[in-house]
């Protein structure tokens, strides 16, 4: 497993982290993204995929449970399962046809859908550290582990 910690002192900086791991995702990849509430998964994500060229707002799809983005070949599918209160509400969104080769996965609160999800590339958790975030990002699979490598 390739792993690396960094401290991210603002909002700025957790928007530039989307920006370097942009430079190196690729489809098929599922990137899960934990951490208490306001801890910047969502401020991560819209670094991520604005770097990958939407020009427009991020939302976070806490309410709607997936935003999909189509940018640069890929299917962009941004999940915020905090709200899910049973992951068998996955089987009745058709879960599965979101993950292809073509597919780039953010899932925020994977936990909730434990026993659904296809297994992690890349685990990304964001804790407070004080006024900043302390990130650690995780290559779990060959793919997850050259993209982390990349972020040394």
Do not use: C
């Not at 951490?35 to 799809?61: C, F, M, W, Y």
């Not at 997936?66 to 070949?73: A, D, F, I, N, R």
């Not at 009745?92 to 780039?104: A, H, N, P, Q, V």
């Amino acid at each position: 497993m390739t792993s690396i910690k960094k401290n991210l002192p603002d909002e700025r900086a957790t928007i530039e982290l989307g920006y370097e791991l942009s430079l190196w995702v690729s489809a098929p990849l599922v990137i899960y993204l934990t951490g208490d509430l306001g801890a910047g998964k969502t401020t991560l994500s819209r670094g991520l995929i604005q770097s990958l060229g939407h020009e427009g707002n991020v939302k976070s799809p806490t309410y709607t449970l997936v935003e999909p983005y189509e940018l640069k070949g890929m299917d962009i599918f941004h999940f915020d399962l905090y709200r899910l209160l049973d992951p068998e509400e996955l089987e009745f969104m058709g879960i599965r046809d979101y993950f292809t080769e073509k597919s780039l996965s953010l899932i925020e609160w994977p936990d909730r859908g434990h026993g659904l999800l296809p297994d992690a590339d890349i685990s990304i958790h964001l804790s407070y550290q004080g006024e900043q975030r302390l990130v650690e990002l995780n290559g779990l699979t060959p793919a997850g582990q050259q993209v982390v490598a990349k972020l040394k």
